[in-house]
C-alpha cells in the first residue's frame, strides 16, 4: 500500500488556511500533518513533522524567504510551494531562488494545487500556468546578470534538449514525449544533470546551465 503523501500548510489568513485543510483532509491519499501562521511556524513544522510538502504563503509575519532557504538546505525531503496572492514577479522569483519548487495562485483551480503536489514530488518545478512564461523568463534574466567569471559546464547535446524544455517548463512526462524518450530515460539525464551543475531541483539546473555557459 502507498503512503499517503504528508502535506502542511503556512498562512496567517485563517479561512484559507482551513479551507486547503480542508480540501487535502477529504483527498484520497493525503495526509494534513501540521498548520501555521508565521515564518517561524513553518520552520518548527519541518523540523518536527518533515512534511512531504509545504504550501508557504509569502505574506506572513517572519522572514519568510529566510525560511524558505533554511528549509531547502536543512530539509531536502519537503517540497516547498508557494501559495499566494499573486503580489510581483520579484517576491516569486526569490521564493524560488530560494529553493521553492512551486508556486500555486491563490484562488486557481483547485486541479492546479493537486497537480502542484505531483508535480514537486516527481522532481519537478510548478509553476502556474498562466505566469509561467513570465516568471521563466525572469529567471533567464536574472541568470544572465550573474558572474562572468563561473567556471564553464560543458553538456551533451541531448542535455542541452533537455534543459531547452525546462526553459519552458515541462514537465518529465511531456520531455519524453517530445523527445521520444521513456520518463526513466528522462529522469535518469536529470540526475546527471543536477549532479554535473551541483544543483538541487530542475529551477536550479536551469539556472546554473544559464550561468556556467552550458548552452552556448
Known sequence: MTSAIRVAFVDDHPVLL????ALFRFEPGYEVVAEGASADAALEIVAGHRPDVLFLDLSMPGNVFEAI????????????????????FD???????????????????????????????????FITK???GQVLTGLRNKSARGSPFEKAVKLSVREKQIVEHLLHARTNREIASEMLLSEKTVKYYMSGLMNKLNARNRLEVVLEAQKKGSLD
Do not use: W
Request: net charge negative; glycine share 12%.
Open 18 to 21: 482551513k479551507g486547503m485543510s
Open 91 to 125: 517576491s516569486v522569483l526569490k521564493a524560488l531562488d530560494a529553493g521553492a519548487t512551486g508556486f500555486v495562485l491563490k484562488g486557481g483551480r483547485v486541479e492546479e494545487v493537486l497537480e502542484a503536489v505531483e508535480a514537486v514530488m516527481n522532481g519537478e518545478m
Open 130 to 132: 498562466q505566469y509561467a
Open 69 to 88: 532557504t533554511q528549509i531547502s538546505h536543512s530539509e531536502p525531503g519537503t517540497h516547498v510551494v508557494v501559495y499566494t496572492a499573486f503580489s510581483s
